[in-house]
């Protein structure tokens, strides 16, 4: 394949705070607040949620400004906070890849939780994880992370194939098969069921 100079797209470096997750230059930030993912956990917890209507953020992400085009990588790192919505904790809202063949690599820098995955034939899978954990989601499993801690926030970093493309209308539709649920009965503070 002949290579289109116009398209060649210039090789630069960036920096990543290590404590914080967050990519200096470059990058994009955005919130998700618990208001817009009122979706994805029980109602009941939802229902009983007093300020649920404020301005909450459960995760923060910076992502570096890419093209989202086939052959791109995109480097991420997500800032997950500690908290819960009755029994259950904060959690990113969860996908699929559009592009079904795509996989991502995660790589916790500070933290611990649960990575909580599925596929359309109705497999799943969880796998608890904490700090230097690197974490590998084959393509076509969903994938939905949760802050098992009580007082830190969950921070990883990530690189995804820039046209994997973000499925969350699947997930909202059927959930996850599994939740991480706070359990201070047991020594890790946590269950899934
Ligand atoms: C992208 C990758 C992450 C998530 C981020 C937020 O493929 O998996 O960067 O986008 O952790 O989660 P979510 O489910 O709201 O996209
Ligand atoms: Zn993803």
């Given at each position: ?7 060649i ?10 404590e914080?997750?967050k990519?200096g ?11 817009e ?7 009941e917890n ?7 209507s ?18 791109h ?15 259950q ?19 916790i ?27 590998y ?15 830190d ?11 994997a ?9 059927t959930?996850?098969k ?7 009965d ?8």
């Open positions: 394949m002949s290579m289109n100079q116009s398209k797209f210039h090789p630069f470096k960036s920096q990543l705070e290590l914080t997750g990519i230059s470059n990058a994009n930030c955005w919130d998700r607040k618990l208001s993912m009122t979706e994805i956990y029980d109602q939802i229902n009983n949620q007093l300020d649920i404020g301005n909450t953020i459960v995760y923060r992400v910076y992502e570096h400004e890419l093209p989202y085009e086939k052959g990588l995109i480097p991420v790192t997500t800032i997950l906070y500690p908290g819960r919505v009755g029994n904790f904060f959690m990113t809202k969860g996908h699929y890849h559009e592009n079904r063949g795509t996989a991502e690599v995660y790589l820098l500070n933290g611990e939780g649960v990575l909580t995955m599925q596929t359309e034939d109705g497999q799943h899978q969880e796998i608890e994880f904490s700090t230097e954990d690197l974490l989601i084959p393509p076509f499993w969903a994938h939905r992370m949760v802050n098992t801690s009580i007082s926030p969950l921070i990883f970093y990530g690189i995804y194939p820039a046209d493309g973000h499925d969350y209308q699947t997930i909202v539709e959930g996850f599994k939740k991480v649920i706070y359990n201070p047991t020594k890790r503070n946590f269950s899934i069921i």
